[in-house]
């Protein structure tokens, strides 16, 4: 860096002993800045390497080769997320704000009794009949093994395909201790797979007791080293057999038999678009063909995607997202030189393989889907809740699909299922609440403002911070409009007296009545419901003043240590 005279005397002389050292060393001096972009350059992670196995190779009873196996390929998935307890980071003291899951077991007969681990133990289903399994008969009947890599048989790789191949990839190389002829017994092998090309079928236990593995041999030969990969096989039950129709012109449908151009062109396209030879110049004869995304220079783009996202946001945590980094977006992204000179290709392609919209007109099959059986004409007449004509009588073909088709437009799958709704569920209570207002078969008014009440009670009361708050309000909206229509104004206007006397009573519920003054709810007034005693200017008041607005009638029925907090109900 350059020296300067204006920079303090003590910084000059450390920044004269930083470049010595870096001069001796043969170093270099980066800014902050810089160095910060250095490190946040994309990178692959240096990885510890540690055997999965020890073990020998048998490949048969007399002969036997010590091998390692290290792990080759693997997925390598997202970090863990941990929890946090939102109650704890807004204590005083938070601590390490970690969730502990605590599982206990209660007693059917009586819930209060915890049952011990002496007291449990395992159960399996068998029909309608819970087996008990204890751990003596867990133990007895554990499939037990010891580690091996045992060969079972050769077979030609062409029996083996490639997508068959299951798992994370190992590979098996000599054992660094094992005995100086055994490497080129090895090596042999390998050789004669490759030579061959055949692949071994072998039977593999990573440790003592674990579950064991078919899987495959696979020779490899490189230039510093020789070594066998290992990828599991699949059962019968793992692989997946999907028909679809045949593509050969002579076992095809008449009307999906593809002409020989089209067949030529179809070839031509894939062949344009092959990542495998994508960075091949096509007006140079001598230009060697390569990858585009070769595996070995290729980063996974969401782990750095969610590593760039979690930097950006320590170092600028008000800012929004970064945008996406240029080498990711071309991972992701077609490549446009690649489509530029398949642009022949794919322009021949749409000429002789056209597609045409169909005629929104044009009458459907004969066969009936149930999408369109709940769009169309159904009858749902039994089902109905209310005011539906339930008596049969005879209509014409044109009145009766009319007829059929209004009824399809007022009811629903929402109504057919919610018409025997007799209680304000957790799921959707405001649904609930206006349906059981709706039912006239049978009065739920009452019972229907008591849970509405008591489910935004319950809502208030588990809220962590203002999680519930928005549904809470809801609810609370909801049941104002519900006893205004239903002529029970002092229902409402009781409970908003005790949510005010509670939330601020308790400061970890405050948060919900500033929300309520907020949006202006206050008490039903005589100018909306006639049977209300509270005044417009009486509820007015009543948001930000402390005096209780309550009828002489109501307070005679309520008893004070009934309604002292209403949140001791739902707790």
Known sequence: PQLTAKKPRRKVENEKSLAKICTQIKGQIYPVHDAIMIMSMLRSRSVLQRTCF?????????????????????????????????????????????????????????????????????????????????????DVLKYTSESCLKVIGFTNSRNVPRHHYMGNAEASVLDPKAKPEMEPALSALIEALHETDMVAIVRYVKRKNSNPHLGVLSPCIKAAYECLYYNSLPTTEDLRQYPFAPLDVERARKAHRPSSEQLRAAEELINSLDLMSANADPTDDDAVASDALKPKHVFNPALQRLYQTVQHRALHPGAPLAKLDPIIERYVNPDQNLFKRAAPALKKFKELFPISKPDEGKEKADRVYWRDSLAGAVKLDSYAADGADKKKRKLTPSDAADSALDAASELSFESIVSSGIESVGALRPVEDFKQMLARRDVDLVDKALEGLRDRTAQLVNESVGDMFYAKALDCLQALRQGCVSEDEPQVFNDFMHLLRRTCRKDKRRDGFWQLLVNKRITLITMAEQMDSEVTPEEAKQFLTGDQDFVSSASSKDVQPAETEDLFDMVE
Do not use: W
């Open 54 to 138: 020890r073990g020998c190779l048998e490949i048969s009873a007399h002969i036997k080769i010590p091998v390692y196996s290290f792990m080759k390929t693997m997925e390598q998935k997202f970090p863990s997320m941990k929890k946090l307890s939102v109650v704890s980071q807004q204590s005083s003291n938070p601590g390490s704000m970690g969730v502990v899951l605590e599982r206990s077991y209660q007693s059917i007969r009586d819930p209060d009794v915890e049952v011990g681990v002496d007291d449990r133990v395992k159960g399996f289903k068998y029909g309608k009949t819970l087996v008990p399994f204890s751990r003596i008969d867990e």
